[in-house]
């Protein structure tokens, strides 16, 4: 089973918003709403953004808010700021394959 | 506060052995389900395998499926990755990281994950 699809990279400037996509298919992303978002920062561990598709931990800014439509999600991130660079990875349970969990395969932001 | 250590990994010939710990803290360790998910230099985020929370569910990516073994001691606190006839693909960063909900339900997302431990297979 093939990583999710993401952008290799996505810009913005400071306030403005950005979105990135994350396509999967029917055995995943388009199965569950099992679907994460992940940033990390370089040459530091993952940080958990989004869950269940639209959930937000508590602590994660409400600038960053997450969609699906169909076999598609989205991280959207408003009012960009210049410590949100980094890598985002999208994540989606697999169901009852043998792979239960799929990354995708990342996307660098950069604030310009 | 959640806090996960990895240790035990270095730099080991292909066909070689390395089991990797993570000590937890902070939390019911018991009561969550733990996985592994590696980063190669460079490269993206790969999961290499989950465990439940009583030990009696694992589950593997199929590309070390047959060569790493999970296992976690819950009496310890620490969850355990041995990684057997290690390939040169194996090389990574290995974080460990904790299931977002308690209990036996498998939500498949990690709130929780450590530094991370550097594994190199090479000769």
């Known amino acids: 089973q093939s990583a999710l699809t993401q952008p290799a990279s996505v810009s913005g400037s400071p306030g403005q918003s950005i979105t990135i996509s994350c396509a999967g298919s029917?055995?995943?992303?388009?199965?569950?709403?099992?679907v994460s978002w992940y940033q990390q920062p370089p040459g530091k561990a993952p940080k958990l953004l989004i869950y269940?598709?639209?959930k937000r931990p508590s602590g994660v800014s409400n600038r960053f808010s997450g969609s699906k439509s169909g076999n598609t999600a989205s991280l959207t991130i408003s009012g960009l700021r210049t410590e949100d660079e980094a890598d985002y990875y999208c994540c989606s349970s697999a169901g009852s394959s043998s792979l239960k969990v799929v990354f995708g395969g990342g996307t660098k932001l950069t604030v310009l | 506060e959640v806090q996960l250590l990895e240790s035990g990994g270095g730099l080991v010939q292909p066909g070689g052995s390395l089991r990797l710990s993570c000590a937890a803290s902070?939390?019911?360790?018991?009561?969550?389900?733990m996985t592994w998910v590696r980063q190669a230099p460079g490269k993206g985020l790969e999961w290499v395998s989950s465990?439940?929370?009583?030990?009696?569910?694992?589950y593997y990516a199929d590309s070390v499926k047959g060569h790493f073994t999970i296992s976690r001691d819950n009496s310890k606190n620490t969850l355990y990755l041995q990684m057997n006839s290690l390939r040169v693909e194996d090389t990574a960063v290995y974080y460990c990281a904790k299931e977002g909900v308690y209990g036996s339900s498998l939500l498949w997302y990690f709130d929780s994950w450590g530094q991370g431990t550097l594994v190199t297979v090479s000769s």
């Open positions: 269940e598709v639209t």
């Open positions: 465990i439940s929370g009583g030990g009696g569910g694992t």
């Open positions: 029917r055995s995943d992303v388009g199965s569950y709403n099992l």
């Open positions: 902070g939390f019911t360790f018991s009561g969550y389900a």
